[in-house]
């Protein structure tokens, strides 16, 4: 079963959130979600040509774009052009979803019950939401706040002052002190001075045998999921923002950030204070030094460093040159 954190409302036509907009068709809107993952009566949007090869096989109802782009999306998807594609989604967004542009405290957090959790060790102070699942053998440390719907697996150890929110976390997981997980990701679209929020309706997924050290943060999706994959070791101070989706056997090193919707592959390396910008794609079995600045895709088994990222080879080449000089 699916965890949700955030519900839409029900019974929502397309022609009540566009009713500027002449369309061919209407129908009743399930849900907002991204081009690969959208289905039969979900909304989609397609705001940019990078994302082409998904668009051209989406399987969602409706879909959010413009002229220009409109001729990649499937015959029966119904089109819905407009000048741009993020304000729209913004204004979908709060349409459908009333409550994900700001962050709520969760007014539901007690005292975790013992006859619930019998095989969970819990520290002091620590708070539970409604609804919150923790699997057998784990423990929690004091100061905790675990909120409203969370899912945490069997075998774990949760350090002391954490926040988690809007997460499912797998077996076996290690989080250290001080994380915030699943808060609202950086999202604003400057429209004539003011910046306009940007909903954030996905949640953050951690799977089996992850380890996170202290002082973390790590965002929720916007409109996708956060994903960090099986045995990814995360450094301290390590930030990871809305969409990104970290691979298998991972080594992200302290003071690394991510930009949001980067994609990681599996055994990736990443050294000291690396920066990763957003909507890129890192391929598998990739390292990257300290200090680099990544602004483009890597592909596969590539070694790089410098900023911007270069590969390796040419990295100490040019700097061989410049001491030469």
Known sequence: MTVR?????????????????ILKN?????????????????????????????ALKTNGAACITTDKLAKFLPRNTLIIPVKNVLIELIKALNKLYSKADIEYPDLSLK???????????FGKN???????????????????????????????????????????????????????????????????GKN???????????????????????DRGSVDDTVIGKNTYLDNQVHIAHNVKIGENCMIAGQVGFAGSSNVGNN??????????????????????GGSGVVKDIEDNQIVMGYPSIPLKDFLKKNKDNNDK
């Open 126 to 192: 620590t708070l539970i939401g409604k609804n919150v699942q923790i699997g057998k053998n784990t423990i929690i440390g004091s100061n905790t706040i675990i909120e409203q719907n969370v899912r945490i697996g069997k075998n774990c150890v949760i350090g002391s002052n954490l926040i988690i929110k809007n997460t499912v976390i797998g077996d076996r997981v290690n989080i250290q002190d001080g994380n915030k997980i699943g808060q609202k990701g950086f999202g604003f679209i400057p429209v004539n």
């Open 26 to 54: 209407d129908f009743k809107i399930n849900e907002i979600k991204p081009l690969h993952s959208a289905s039969s009566f979900d909304l989609t949007f397609f705001d940019n040509i990078k994302y082409k090869s998904i």
């Open 268 to 289: 990736v390396s990443i050294g000291g204070q690396a920066g990763v910008s957003g909507h890129l794609k890192i391929g598998n079995n990739v390292k990257i030094g």
């Open 5 to 21: 954190f955030f519900i839409p409302k029900k019974n929502v036509k397309i022609s009540q959130i566009f009713p500027n907009i």
């Open 111 to 121: 005292n975790p019950p013992k006859q619930k959790y019998k095989s969970v060790i």
């Open 196 to 218: 306009i929020k940007f909903p954030h309706i996905g949640k953050v997924i951690i799977e089996d045998d992850v380890e996170i050290a202290s002082g973390c943060t790590i």
